[in-house]
Nanobody, 121 residues
């Protein structure tokens, strides 16, 4: 059974750093590309970052490029989203997902339950 579980959300001030973790089960990291998405109140879920299943290729939304980094630790079956210099507009529920190499929500098969990130300005 595939399971994804996010950790590390919370409250931050603008300019702070946060690291989100996504614990995975089984062979997820070798079988799927891993993505991070976010959803702010009243908005659609949007792409943040994706890590190709080889672990060597990444892609980011323009809004986070240069500030966020996606990575993984195979030994811990965990994917990370390092968030630096966070802004108020980064406030959202963050989800990790496993699926295709895509920025589209529909390309992802498995989803975590989400973790709230709130940034005060």
């Amino acid at each position: 059974q595939v399971q994804l579980a996010e950790f590390g959300g919370g409250l931050a001030q603008a300019g702070d750093s946060l690291r989100l973790s996504c614990a995975t089960s089984g062979d997820i990291l070798s079988l799927y590309n891993m993505g991070w998405f976010r959803q702010a109140p009243g908005k659609e879920r949007e792409f943040v970052a994706v890590l190709e299943r080889s672990g060597s290729v990444t892609r980011y939304a323009d809004s986070v490029k240069g500030r966020f980094t996606i990575s993984r630790d195979n030994a811990k079956n965990t994917v990370y989203l390092q968030m630096n210099n966070v802004k108020a507009e980064d406030t959202a529920v963050y989800y990790c997902a496993a699926g295709g190499w895509s920025t589209e929500v529909d390309a992802y098969v498995y989803w975590g339950q989400g973790t709230q990130v709130t940034v005060s300005s």
